[in-house]
């Protein structure tokens, strides 16, 4: 496919736990459906580290889940909308296993009487290739899979872990008919994907200039781009939608998780100095001159493992002598402990003439890890517990301590990208391995 015409595409989630009518209002075009022209293509991003590690656990009970199940609850309500109106739904909720999220998709059209042509694009876990024992291990995949199966006539895409910006990129790539090495217009739809990939941190969240965003009781929008097919493209948002798109906000988010001018992705290296902001209009920022070099030779994978488990209690501690009660409460529960981790913090002490009880408050908070549960299950919140009568003058806490929970460990890792075998699961049943 190659038009000439911009794309226009957008974003409905930033994270696992975003807004749910999202979808709907992208779909809609702002508030009350009247909100200008319709999408091309809707993209959501579910995936961040920490994701991966409420995914892992999802899959240890139960090897069917994996998948971002907020996405399907969206779609069950908006499939119908967004193949009427011809929009391609593009996402990585398919987290640990796009495979089962895509046979989901169909068992919830299929009541609707909807037959979407739907595709995956899995080959990130690598865990089996290079890091065997751990809860997930997750190459950063580039757009071309999300391209390939846009190209297949796919309504619904959804995928493993694609870089956030592959999500635009794909399209991009699909829409204009870029080749591998047009690398300028590559690092424009990147530039493109990393504004949208937030959300609505493009429109005025996590904004440190917040105080210039109007009407602040009304919902922020969400982001979508226009992209053309020399990798430039605007960023707006639907009119009538809340939150502002200006010149700061959009700054503001392509300096998000950047930490130099080469923003390394699996598909391109965007020169983020190149980079060119201009007004386009109220609400439109114009992203234009982006550069683009030739991908790293390796592929970035998050990887996560089960580090044990973990517990924390705070203590209120109120008045004078605060550093003392702290010592003896820390002493008393020290000596009761088992854990293979003990660790403290005392928060800001108070002043000595407060005028309230809260503002004569302090908290200090003693976290418990190790790799079993029981050091940091009952024993652990008994032994909290127990001190109520038996320690520092006004002992309370802000609550009792539960059973504990398991924690998990990220870290980044590298691999050639021989290692990885990208592959698109057309709606045919076919398989397509991506170069």
Not at 82 to 103: C, D, F, M, T, W
Not at 128 to 139: D, E, H, I, K, Q
Not at 338 to 346: D, K, P
Request: with cysteine; charged share 20%; net charge negative.
């Amino acid at each position: 496919m190659t038009e000439t015409r911009p794309l226009r595409i957008g974003n409905c989630s930033g994270f696992y736990g975003d807004r749910l009518s999202a979808m709907r209002e992208m779909l809609e075009g702002g508030q009350g459906g009247q909100g200008g022209q319709s999408l091309d293509v809707l993209t959501g991003d579910y995936l961040a580290e920490l994701t991966m590690l409420i995914l892992g656990r999802d899959q240890l009970r139960d090897p069917a889940l994996g998948y971002a199940r907020t996405f399907v609850r969206q779609l069950e309500d908006c499939l119908g909308l967004a193949l009427e109106q011809g929009v391609k739904i593009v996402s990585n909720a398919g987290g640990l296993n796009p495979a089962g999220l895509a046979a989901r998709i169909g068992e919830i059209a299929s009541p609707q009487g909807l037959s979407p042509k739907v595709a995956y694009v899995d080959g990130d876990d690598v865990r089996s290739a290079a890091f065997p024992g751990a809860l997930t291990a997750n190459a950063y995949l580039g757009g071309f899979g999300i391209a390939a199966a846009l190209a297949s006539g796919a309504d619904v895409v959804v995928t493993g872990r694609v870089t956030d910006a592959s999500l635009v990129v794909g399209p991009a790539v699909w829409w204009h008919g870029w080749s591998p090495t047009a690398y300028d217009e590559l690092a424009g739809a990147v530039a493109a994907g990393h504004v949208l990939e937030c959300g609505c941190q493009a429109t005025g969240g996590n904004f440190s200039g917040f105080r210039l965003v109007p009407n602040p009781a009304q919902p922020l929008g969400f982001p979508l781009a226009e992209v053309s097919d020399d990798g430039s493209s605007v960023i707006t948002k639907h009119e009538g939608t809340g939150g502002v798109v200006s010149l700061d906000t959009v700054t503001a988010q392509l300096m998000y998780e950047v930490q130099s001018t080469a923003y390394l992705g699996p598909d391109v290296t965007t020169r983020l100095d190149t980079i060119e902001l201009s007004e386009d209009g109220p609400n439109r920022v114009r992203i234009s001159g982006v550069r683009g070099v030739e991908p790293p030779g390796q592929l970035k994978v998050g990887v996560t493992v089960l580090g044990g488990h973990r517990n924390s209690v705070d203590f209120v501690l109120t008045g004078l002598d605060v550093e003392e009660k702290a010592a003896w409460v820390r002493a008393q529960l020290e000596a009761q402990l088992t854990a293979a981790s003990v660790s403290w913090s005392l928060g800001s002490l108070p002043p000595p003439d407060a005028d309230t009880e809260e503002g004569s408050s302090t908290v200090l908070r003693c976290t418990v890890q190790d790799p079993s549960p029981e050091p940091v299950g009952r024993a652990f919140s008994s032994a909290a517990v127990e001190l109520a009568l038996a320690s520092y003058p006004g002992f309370t806490m802000t609550a009792p301590p539960g059973s504990g929970t398991p924690y998990g460990v990220y870290r980044a890792e590298y691999v050639d990208r021989s290692t990885v075998k990208q592959a698109v699961h057309h709606a045919d049943g076919s398989c397509e391995v991506i170069p």
